[in-house]
């Protein structure tokens, strides 16, 4: 009877954690999907993905229910807990980054019919790549709980930020040059920053594999290279300048 039940319990986890595997999975597609639609200005490939955002929603309920159920029936301790904690955590990740794909594609829509500059475009493009790379790394990490491979990712956060804050300043630029730019690359700006976004998702996730592993948490300081605050006060103070008589 008691191998029984522990058997049963390690089901209960593995199946938490392949949920989890294949939330992944989904929200990797999404985001590759929602930047080369947003690249190509396929509107059908952006309405494929904002269809699939339903599928990460309901797969976070599935994941939170059974996860708190177990820790109610099993009482687990120590690692155990963590892991499924951690489940949790990382499940709530994966569904905003599914929301911030969801948000690139509807961007897709709304510039299908604006020109948008090249440059820009392939710049967010490498941006996804970055983030890209970053998700696929975390998402190794949490197969093999490699908490060390978790503090690279987290530390890889900062270039992310850098390429960000590289795109926003072109943006405004181009949107203060000309205002015809500016409907474009006002999308444009919101999609580079989901995906700056969405790169931080990734570093929470990293941190909660650290967490698993380790019982500790990261540091709260983060690297983080994004100055965009700065350059939208240095942008208006420039517009007023050159307005002034």
Known sequence: MASHIVSSYEDELKYIVRRISEMGGQAERMLEQSVTALVRGDSGLAQSVIADDVILDAAQREVDEKAILTIAKRQPLATDLREIVGAIRISSDLERIGDLAKNIAKRVLAVHNHPQPNQLVRGIEHLSELAI????????????????????????????????????????????????????????????????????????????IFYIRTGEEMSTDRPKDDRSTTLTQNAVEAAVESAAP
């Open 133 to 208: 790379d970053q998700l696929k790394d975390v998402l190794d990490a949490y197969g093999t709980r490699d908490h060390e491979r978790a503090q690279v990712v987290r530390a890889n956060d900062e270039e992310i930020d850098a390429v960000y804050t590289s795109i926003f300043r072109e943006l405004l630029t181009y949107m203060m040059e000309d205002p015809r730019n500016i409907t474009a690359c006002t999308h444009l700006l919101f999609s580079a920053k989901n995906i700056e976004r969405i790169g931080d998702h990734a570093t929470n996730i990293a941190e909660t």
